[in-house]
Nanobody, 133 residues
């Protein structure tokens, strides 16, 4: 059974940085490492719909939401079996619950996944990020 556990959330002032990490475990997703998997970060702010933040595919290709381009970086650490999200220059509008998600196969279309129309089957429970002005 695939498990995803996020960590690294917290409270930070605007302009600050946080690094989120998602530890993956379970048969299938860690077999042969994370490098072949389609994985992503999503977020949901209070009263808003969940939105895609960044998606990374099995070939290292990345797609970001326009709102985070140039500030956030998604990466995989296959040695540690983690999906990371480095968040710099944080803004109050980045405040949300952040979730990682994954599938065992590679992405067919990263933008489709980011939009939420292509739903990844495995999800973590989320980590809260609060950015104060």
């Amino acid at each position: 059974q695939v498990q995803l556990v996020e960590s690294g959330g917290g409270s930070v002032q605007a302009g600050g940085s946080l690094r989120l990490s998602c530890a993956a475990s379970g048969y299938g997703i860690t077999t042969y490492g994370l490098s072949r998997r389609c994985m992503g970060w999503f977020r949901q702010a209070p009263g808003k719909e969940r939105e895609g933040v960044a998606v990374i595919d099995g070939d290292g290709g990345m797609t970001y939401a326009d709102s985070v381009k140039g500030r956030f970086t998604i990466s995989k650490d296959s040695a540690k079996n983690t999906l990371d999200l480095q968040m710099n220059s944080l803004k109050p509008e980045d405040t949300a619950m952040y979730y990682c998600a994954a599938q065992l196969a590679n992405c067919i279309d990263r933008s489709w996944i980011l939009s939420g129309r292509g739903r990844l089957p495995y999800w973590g429970q989320g980590t809260q990020v609060i950015v104060s002005s």
